[in-house]
């Protein structure tokens, strides 16, 4: 009897990182892991994404399929019913390590029709309507909160950051006494104060080693110092 484990990611950018934790920690004997291309969307049934249709083919009586949490295989009810069906049919037993389903018994079918017991059915069904209003409400939240921030004159995306022809300018007025608030108005209109200060992190020993020929101890070349020790002396240097 074999032990199937299911993953899936919605985007690119996230990880399998807390799945693996999970299906570790349930300590898994000698599992047969079928992952899901990041790029198969979740609007897809289950029963047609390749990963999961290659592990139904694989899958034998006896077989055991294991996710880390419900929602990582199916998203509506009908299709969380779909696949139990189907894994009834072919004697496969499903097992969820984490959230709400973890703690039910989802292969519990009546000992004479053979049907899922319509108590199991019954939860099944009103804990993915649960789930499912829960990311309907937080889609609306959100959007709300986007309206309401582009009526305030917000805009959504990343922040601009300091062109990298500007950095060198940028560091060296802002030793030369310019003020970030001063920077942000001029040259570089629209550039937020943390794209600044993030520039003004960077190593200022290039800019003070032109300065002086022997700096304190404090300022090492080719280190990250203290921006506001860097900068009195440097600005110090540039008033002698």
Same mark, same amino acid.
């Not at 389903?101 to 069904?125: C, I, N, W, Y």
């Given at each position: 009897m074999a032990n199937l484990v299911y993953?899936?990611?919605?985007?690119?950018?996230?990880?399998?990182?807390r799945q693996n934790l999970v299906l570790h920690e349930a300590g898994i004997e000698d599992p047969v892991v079928f992952e899901e291309d990041p790029g198969t969307t979740s609007r897809l049934h289950p029963l047609q994404r390749p990963k999961f249709r290659e592990l139904l083919t694989y899958a034998r009586p006896g077989d055991t399929v294991r996710i880390y949490e419900m929602f990582r295989l199916v998203r509506g009810t009908g299709h969380i019913l779909d696949v139990l069906d189907v894994l009834?049919?072919?004697?496969?037993?499903?097992?969820?390590?984490?959230?709400?389903?973890?703690? #039910?018994?989802?292969?519990?079918?009546?000992? *004479?029709?053979?049907?899922?017991?319509?108590?199991?059915?019954? #939860?099944?069904?009103?804990?993915?309507?649960?789930?499912?209003?829960? *990311?309907?409400?937080?889609?609306?939240?959100?959007?709300?909160?986007?309206?309401?921030?582009?009526a305030k004159g917000s805009k959504g995306g990343r922040r601009p950051a300091v062109p990298a022809t500007k950095t060198d300018t940028v560091r060296t007025s802002y030793l030369e006494g310019r003020s970030i608030a001063a920077l942000a108005q001029g040259e570089l209109l629209f550039i937020q104060r943390p794209a600044l200060d993030q520039v003004l992190q960077l190593p200022l020993a290039p800019h003070v080693g032109t300065l002086s020929s022997r700096p304190p101890t404090k300022v090492r070349r080719n280190m990250v110092c203290n921006r506001s020790t860097t900068v009195r002396y440097a600005r110090a240097v540039i008033a002698t």
């Open positions: 993953k899936r990611v919605s985007t690119d950018q996230q990880s399998t990182a009834h049919r072919d004697q496969v037993a499903l097992r969820i390590h984490d959230g709400a389903f973890s703690a #039910m018994d989802l292969t519990a079918r009546h000992p *004479r029709t053979g049907e899922l017991l319509s108590t199991v059915k019954f #939860m099944v069904q009103t804990l993915a309507a649960a789930a499912e209003l829960q *990311r309907d409400l937080q889609r609306e939240l959100t959007y709300d909160g986007l309206r309401a921030a582009e």
